[in-house]
C-alpha cells in the first residue's frame, strides 16, 4: 500500500522539510534577533551592527555579548585594508562579512540591524594557517596556493577575503607581494576585504582611490582592544603594548621601545594621534547630541508655559468681555424701560385710536361690498353674516380683490392671480378679520377673506384706510425675536418660523437679538439670513437698537 503511495509521500515529506526549514529560519532569527537582508543591485555592502553567529552563540553560553561590527563599501570604494593589533578582531570581521554574505545567499537571515548586500558570483577567502607536513606546506607556502587558486577566477561579481596577507615571510617582500596581490583584484574589479600588519599596505590603500582603510580600535589607556571597526583610519597594531599587557619583561619592553625606527615611531605616533582625536570628536558628538535632546525637551516645557499663559489671558479676556456685554445688555434694558414709560407712549395709544376709528368708518361700505362679492361666489350668508360652508381640505385663503363675469382676481399672501370663480368659495368677512373678531380662525384656519368693491374713488379711499389702518397694527405687532441662550440650531428653527410668520404678516423690518457672546449664534444666523428666500439684506443693528448683538433684517416686497 505504501508502495503505491510512494510518490505522494515522498511529495508530502519534501513540503515538511521545507515548511520546517522556513520555521527553523524563523526562530533563528528570532532568537538572535537577526533581520532580513537586501540585495542590492549595485557592488556595494552596508552591514550595520552585524555579528558573527558562531561567536554570538558561544559567548551566549557565558552570559555575555559579541561585540557588532559595522562595515561598509560604496561602488568607488571596493577595497578595504584592515589594520591593528593581534586578537583585536581583524580575522572575525573577515569572517563576518563572508558569512553574512553567504546566509543572505542562502535564504537564512543575517545578524545584523540591517544588510545590505549585492548577489556574489563566489565568496573567495583565505583565512587562518593551512600549513600541511604532508603536503609539504609550510604557512606561507599555503597561503600563496590558496591566493593562486583565487587569483585565476576572481572577478567583478566576487567576494574576496584575505586574511594576514603578506604574512609568514620577509617583511620587505611580504608588503610587496601583498600590494601586487590586491593590484591583481582590483584590476578584476572583485570587491576585496583584506587584513594585514604591514604599513607599506596602510599607506597603499590611503593612495589608492578605489581602497579604504580601516582599523580595528585599541583603547590606549587599558592597553586592551574595543573590537570596534573605524573606517577611514589606518590601525597601529600595538605589539609592543600588547606584550607589555600580557606581562613580558619590563626591561625587554622597554628595549624594543628603543629599537624602533625613528620613522615607523613617528608614525605609530601620528596614527595614535588621528585615533585620539577621532575618539574626542565622537566623545563631544555625543555630548552634542545630549545638549541637543535637552535643548528639545527645554523648548518644548517653555511652549507648553507659553501656549498656558495665553490661554489663561485668553480665558480672562473672555470672562471680562462677557461681563461688559452683560453690563451693557442691562443699561440697554434699563434705556427701553425708560422709553416705554416716557410721556411719548401716550402719543402711540392715540394713534392706534385714529387707525382703529379709520377702520370703523369703512365697515359699512365694506359690508356691501362683500355681500356682492358672496352673490357673485353664489354663496349663501347664516344670520351672524358669515359665509354657510366650511373650508374643505386643501383650499387655500386668499382675499378678493376684484371680481369679473367669469373670474376674479384674488390676493394668496403676496401673490395676485386671476381664478375662475366657480373655483372660489367665501370662507369668512374681511371685516371680521381686520377687526380681530375672529383671533383663532385668523392665526390658524384657512379663510378667504372680502374686500370693498372699487366702485369709485370713494370707496377706493375708504378700502385702502381699511387695509392701512389693518398694515399698522401688524407692523406693531412683535417685529423682532430674542435668541439669547439658544443653541444654533434652535436659534435657526425659531428665527426660520419667525421670518415666515412676519413674511406672511406683510412685515418689512424685522430684529433679530442674539447677543455678543463668542458670536456663534450671530454666525449661524447670518449663514442662514445670506440664502433665505424671503430676506433682501440684513446688517448689524444702529447701537440704538442693540449693536453688535443684534441684527436688521429686511424682507423682500
Known amino acids: 500500500m505504501f508502495r503505491e503511495r510512494l510518490p505522494e509521500l515522498l511529495g508530502a515529506v519534501e513540503s515538511l522539510s521545507r515548511l520546517d526549514l522556513a520555521f527553523a529560519k524563523a526562530e533563528f532569527a528570532r532568537a538572535y534577533n ?8 549595485r557592488r556595494a555592502i552596508r552591514l550595520e551592527e552585524a555579528r558573527h553567529p558562531l561567536l554570538e552563540a558561544a559567548l551566549a553560553l557565558k552570559g555575555r555579548r559579541s561585540v557588532p561590527v559595522s562595515v561598509e563599501l560604496s ?10 593589533p593581534n586578537t583585536g578582531g581583524k580575522t572575525v570581521t573577515l569572517k563576518t562579512v563572508g558569512l ?12 545584523a540591524a540591517e544588510a545590505r548586500l549585492p548577489v556574489f558570483g563566489r565568496v573567495l577567502a583565505d583565512i587562518g594557517d593551512q600549513q600541511s607536513i604532508e603536503a609539504s606546506l609550510s604557512t606561507f607556502s599555503a597561503h600563496v596556493a ?9 572577478g567583478p561579481n566576487d567576494l574576496v577575503l584575505l586574511d594576514e596577507l603578506g604574512a609568514s615571510t620577509d617583511p620587505n617582500e611580504g608588503a610587496a607581494l601583498a600590494i601586487a596581490v590586491l593590484e591583481h583584484f582590483r584590476r578584476r574589479q572583485a570587491t576585496t576585504i583584506a587584513t594585514t600588519h604591514h604599513s607599506r599596505l596602510k599607506a597603499y590603500a590611503a593612495e589608492t582611490s578605489e581602497a579604504v582603510n580601516a582599523a580595528m580600535e585599541f583603547d590606549e589607556g587599558t592597553l586592551e582592544p574595543t573590537y570596534r571597526l573605524l573606517i577611514g583610519l589606518p590601525g597601529k597594531s600595538s605589539g609592543i603594548e600588547i606584550a607589555e599587557r600580557l606581562g613580558l619583561e619590563p626591561s625587554i ?5 628603543r629599537r624602533l625606527d625613528p620613522a615607523d615611531m613617528e608614525a605609530a605616533t601620528l596614527v595614535a594621534s588621528l585615533h585620539a582625536q577621532r575618539s574626542e570628536l565622537e566623545k563631544q558628538l555625543v555630548e552634542m547630541g545630549r545638549n541637543r535632546q535637552a535643548l528639545a525637551e527645554e523648548r518644548a516645557r517653555l511652549e507648553e508655559v507659553a501656549a498656558r499663559e495665553r490661554r489663561a489671558k485668553l480665558a480672562e479676556l473672555d470672562k471680562r468681555l462677557e461681563e461688559t456685554i452683560r453690563e451693557l445688555e442691562k443699561k440697554w434694558e434699563q434705556v427701553v424701560g425708560a422709553i416705554h414709560e416716557s410721556p411719548l407712549q401716550p402719543k402711540r395709544g392715540k394713534a392706534e385710536r385714529l387707525n382703529r376709528q379709520r377702520a370703523s368708518l369703512a ?14 361666489l353664489g354663496a349663501s350668508t347664516t344670520e351672524n353674516n358669515a359665509p354657510a360652508k366650511p373650508l374643505a381640505a386643501g383650499d387655500k385663503p386668499g382675499t378678493v380683490i376684484a371680481v369679473a363675469a367669469d373670474e376674479a382676481e384674488v ?11 366657480s373655483e372660489l368659495r367665501a370662507i369668512q368677512m374681511a371685516a371680521e378679520i381686520r377687526a380681530g ?9 384657512p379663510r378667504f377673506e372680502t374686500a370693498p368693491i372699487r366702485k369709485g374713488a370713494d370707496a377706493e379711499s375708504t378700502d385702502v384706510g381699511a387695509r392701512r389702518a389693518a398694515s399698522l397694527r401688524e407692523t406693531e405687532a412683535a417685529a423682532e425675536i430674542n435668541v439669547i441662550g439658544a443653541t444654533a440650531e434652535e436659534a435657526r428653527e425659531r428665527v426660520d418660523k419667525f421670518l415666515d410668520e412676519s413674511y406672511l404678516a406683510d412685515r418689512y423690518r424685522l430684529r433679530v437679538v442674539h447677543g455678543h457672546g463668542k458670536g456663534i449664534l450671530k454666525r449661524a444666523l447670518h449663514e442662514m439670513f445670506a440664502s433665505h428666500p424671503h430676506v433682501e439684506k440684513f446688517y448689524p443693528a444702529p447701537p440704538r437698537e442693540g449693536g453688535a448683538g443684534a441684527t436688521i433684517v429686511e424682507l423682500k416686497a
Open 437 to 445: 373678531k375672529s383671533e383663532t380662525a385668523q392665526a390658524y384656519a
Open 253 to 257: 619592553v622597554a628595549d624594543a621601545r
Open 363 to 376: 365697515a359699512g361700505t365694506r359690508e356691501d361690498w362683500n355681500t356682492q362679492v358672496l352673490e357673485a
Open 34 to 41: 537577526a533581520c532580513l537582508p537586501v540585495f542590492e543591485k
Open 411 to 421: 390676493e394668496v399672501g403676496r401673490l395676485r392671480m386671476r381664478v375662475p370663480r
Open 75 to 84: 561602488e568607488q570604494k571596493t577595497l578595504m585594508v584592515i589594520s591593528g
Open 146 to 154: 590558496n591566493i593562486e587558486a583565487m587569483a585565476a577566477v576572481a
Open 100 to 111: 553574512a554574505a553567504l546566509m543572505a545567499q542562502a535564504g537564512v537571515p543575517v545578524l
